[in-house]
């Protein structure tokens, strides 16, 4: 065992970075290999890695540009005095607005506290795209020496203050504003607010770790964690955005380099069963494979007799039929005893989702059911695995006849909460 943890992370090194859906897929979803080395780390089929990303490089340097900031100033923080650089490339969360910073805001557009009381003696500011020299100014010693653009905030005709109250007054608004919007975002919307490095830093969100769920099992692939990753791509506002961890695992990592900061994070419920005889079920559409690909790997080289029944779908089956071979050969060799493939958006064909199979194999999950199979549901939490939970509850309903009711005490109470096999890892 090892005492890594968010504070004192592993350098890791990435050893295998693939994409796992085809040129047919409009989505990014990757295989990672992260090597432990002597980190001494272990784990289990079911845990899942913690990666500490930083953002990317390119992100901080534009948003110090426009703050008008060397970079070198130093600021406290939750982890100590750090280089104002250091702190937006590692320390805090820069690619995606909070609430609490722009409500923070209000200080900024009262009269009384005009931004050159901050005495903020040099601002320049340069083209995102371009890198452009927008602004170059320095105080000049004079109390009343401002930037040519500035003029003072807070009156009635100042169009950053209106959509400021626009957005405190409005939650909805707000949400509309900080869905597809950054700092940089903020600083081209409000021109005239100026912030010493420590104002800016301390409305920032902490940088949080990100968790993912092991693709692999430790008996298999020893000292190798292996991952399978959504990359989280978008555009607001002319401007290429993406999700902090995935994009950068994806673009800012180098192969074979330790310097990924990970730790565990173990399971203690969503396991496999401790005897291997015991049949399982398992649904994992898209990234929610990856638990299972674990699982599989394990009980293949455990050499468990219980029965394996695996729900996968995606959008299509040429573009993101992740792990394909491996599953078509399992399939070949009886360990996978079934294999139920839903394709969303197979051209001309009706949308089908997992629980649309589950719905046709409702007789035979019954079966497995009554018999003391597991079932295990693991991805998207908001809609996918509400709606396995439901066609659940209706499969025991129907098929054990019973009332609704007494359905969803079986499904929440009886395999859920006192038996423990029914298993969710959801995100
Ligand atoms: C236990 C657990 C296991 C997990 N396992 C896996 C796994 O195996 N594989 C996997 O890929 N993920 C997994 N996740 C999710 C993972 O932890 C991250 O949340 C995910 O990768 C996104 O991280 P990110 O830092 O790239 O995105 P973030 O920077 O956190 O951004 C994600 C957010 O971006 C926003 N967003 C998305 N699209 C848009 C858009 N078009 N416009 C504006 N905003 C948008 C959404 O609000 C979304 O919540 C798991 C999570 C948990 C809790
Ligand atoms: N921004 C991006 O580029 C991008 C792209 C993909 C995923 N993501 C995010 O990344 C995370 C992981 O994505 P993922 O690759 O694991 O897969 P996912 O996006 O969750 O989708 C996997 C499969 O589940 C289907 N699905 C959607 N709603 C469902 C429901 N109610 N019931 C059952 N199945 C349903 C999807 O179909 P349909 O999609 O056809 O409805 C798709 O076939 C998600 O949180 C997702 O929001 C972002």
């Known amino acids: 065992m090892s005492d890594w943890s968010s504070k004192n992370p592993y350098k890791a090194e990435l050893t295998e970075n693939y994409c796992l859906t085809t040129e047919y897929s409009n989505k990014e979803t990757r295989h990672f290999s992260v090597a432990l080395g002597d980190s001494g780390l272990e784990y289990k089929a079911g845990d899942a890695l913690a990666i500490i990303p930083h953002n990317p490089p390119e992100l ?19 982890l100590g005095e750090q280089e104002v650089g250091h702190a937006l490339l590692h320390t805090y969360e820069i690619h995606r607005l909070n609430k609490k910073f722009i409500k923070g805001l209000e200080p900024k557009f009262d009269s009384s506290a005009r931004p050159v009381d901050v005495r903020l003696v040099g601002r320049s500011r340069a083209a995102v795209s371009s890198g452009e020299a927008i602004q170059q100014w320095h105080w000049s010693g004079e109390d009343e020496d401002f930037p040519a653009d500035f003029h003072p905030v807070g009156g009635a005709l100042d169009p950053s203050y209106t959509l400021w109250s626009s957005l405190v007054e409005d939650d909805e608004a707000m949400e509309n504003y900080i869905w597809s919007r950054d700092y940089i975002d903020l600083l081209g919307d409000f021109p005239h607010l100026l912030f010493t490095p420590l104002e800016f830093v301390s409305g920032l969100d902490r940088l949080k770790p990100r ?22 791509r978008y555009e607001h506002h002319d401007r290429a955005r993406g999700g902090l961890c995935t994009v950068y695992l994806a673009d800012h990592t180098e192969l074979n380099t330790p310097d990924i ?10 396991v496999l069963p401790e005897d291997g005889d015991v049949d399982i079920i398992m649904v994992g559409p898209g990234t929610g494979i990856a638990p299972f690909r674990a699982y599989l790997e394990q009980r293949e080289i455990d050499g468990a007799k219980g029965h394996n029944w695996l729900f996968f779908g995606d959008r299509t089956e040429k573009g993101e039929f992740l792990y394909r071979e491996q599953l078509q050969h399992w399939l070949k060799t009886g360990h996978l005893t079934q294999l139920d493939l839903a394709w969303s958006r197979e051209p001309d064909k009706p949308k089908v989702y997992v629980q649309h199979l589950m719905q046709k194999h409702a007789a035979e999950i019954w079966v497995w059911i009554e018999s003391g199979a597991y079932f295990y549901v693991c991805g998207d939490k908001n809609y996918m695995a509400k709606d396995v939970h439901q066609t659940l509850i209706d499969i025991v309903e129907e098929y054990g006849e019973m009332s609704a009711d007494d359905a969803k005490q079986f499904v929440e109470v009886g395999m859920m909460k006192e038996e423990k096999r029914y298993l969710r890892d959801v995100y």
Do not use: K, N, Q, W
Request: charged share 15%; aromatic share 8%.
């Open 60 to 78: 901080v340097a534009d948003l110090l540009a426009l703050l008008g900031f060397s970079g070198d100033e130093a600021v406290e923080t939750h």
């Open 261 to 270: 900061p990970v730790f565990m994070s173990p399971t203690r419920s969503f």
């Open 211 to 232: 968790l993912y769920s092991i693709a692999s099992s430790p008996d298999a692939h020893p000292g190798i964690v292996e991952l399978t990753v959504a990359i989280v």
